[in-house]
């Protein structure tokens, strides 16, 4: 009976021991808030035809401590993809965020913008990008809504902008890879983060992993020929870059962004 009860005691103290290192643990994880829910401090703006932190028709906006990505001062949407960049470039870390898409497509938007953005990682500095240039080099995590009842679209896929990556140890050079994602048709808000481990990323759709890749690069058919700098750059490993909130024609909202260094 002495023996049993012993061996009961240690057992509750190993499982006492393991909760406690656990909470310590995520005491001692420092998420960092990229956005303060107020204004868009130590966030920069680039869109396309237009110089850096031109916020043209106020695309990029705070409202209910959301970012605000809008068109309702555009009369029209040609080409004028945007991005919104956090100031500091990182390597490792978890990045984590809820989006949401709302109401309707701005008029000229192209059919294949609807309910469609992205998070735009290891990207160039928003510095370095041309006057006019649509996209930056780098690997967008899109986020995809579904427009008709009977047609999948999936979110979470990788798009690959002036990129390469390997996955199940091959090169893929495709320009988008569709995640094994669900297609969510409302405007309810939906949880994303991306994993990026040294040379491995792995996206995440409401705490799901949706696609994983390793060893991006640059290159690939989407490299600006007149940008002579990036391709020069052809073939080299990316291991850091900027982070992005994408503006593609179609009202999206931002909130809770916050990454952890790893």
């Known amino acids: 009976m002495k023996k049993q009860t012993s061996k009961l005691l240690l057992v509750v103290l190993i499982f006492t021991l393991s909760i406690g290192c656990k909470n ?15 204004n868009l401090d130590g966030w920069l703006v680039k869109i396309n035809g237009y110089e850096l932190n031109d916020n043209y028709n106020n695309t990029f906006r705070v409202e209910n401590g959301t970012i605000k990505v809008s068109y309702d001062e555009y009369e029209n949407f040609t080409d004028q993809f945007g991005h919104l960049f956090y100031k500091t470039p990182f390597s490792n870390y978890r990045l984590k965020l809820e989006y949401r898409f709302i109401g309707k497509q701005a008029p000229g938007g192209q059919s294949w913008a609807t309910k469609n953005s992205g998070i735009m990682i290891h990207s160039q500095s928003p510095e370095s990008m041309l006057l006019k240039q649509s996209f930056p080099l780098s690997l967008e995590f899109q986020l995809l809504g579904g427009v008709n009842k009977n047609e999948q679209r999936p979110s979470g896929n990788l798009c690959t902008p002036a990129t390469n990556v390997v ?17 969510y048709y409302g405007e309810e808000w939906i949880k994303a983060e991306v ?17 994983s890749y390793s060893n991006p690069t640059i290159g690939g058919e989407f490299l600006d020929a007149t940008a002579e700098e990036i391709q020069a750059k052809n073939g080299q490993s990316l291991t850091s870059g900027y982070i992005s909130l994408q503006s593609e024609s179609h009202p999206i ?9 790893l």
């Open 24 to 38: 310590e643990q995520k005491e001692t994880e420092h998420w960092i808030k990229l956005f303060n829910g107020e």
């Open 167 to 183: 996955m199940d140890g091959k090169l893929i050079t495709e320009h988008c890879i569709t995640a094994n994602c669900k297609t």
């Open 195 to 211: 994993v990026v481990n040294n040379d491995s990323i792995t996206h995440y759709i409401n705490g799901k992993p949706v696609i």
């Open 253 to 261: 909202e931002f909130k809770n962004i916050e990454l952890l260094k």
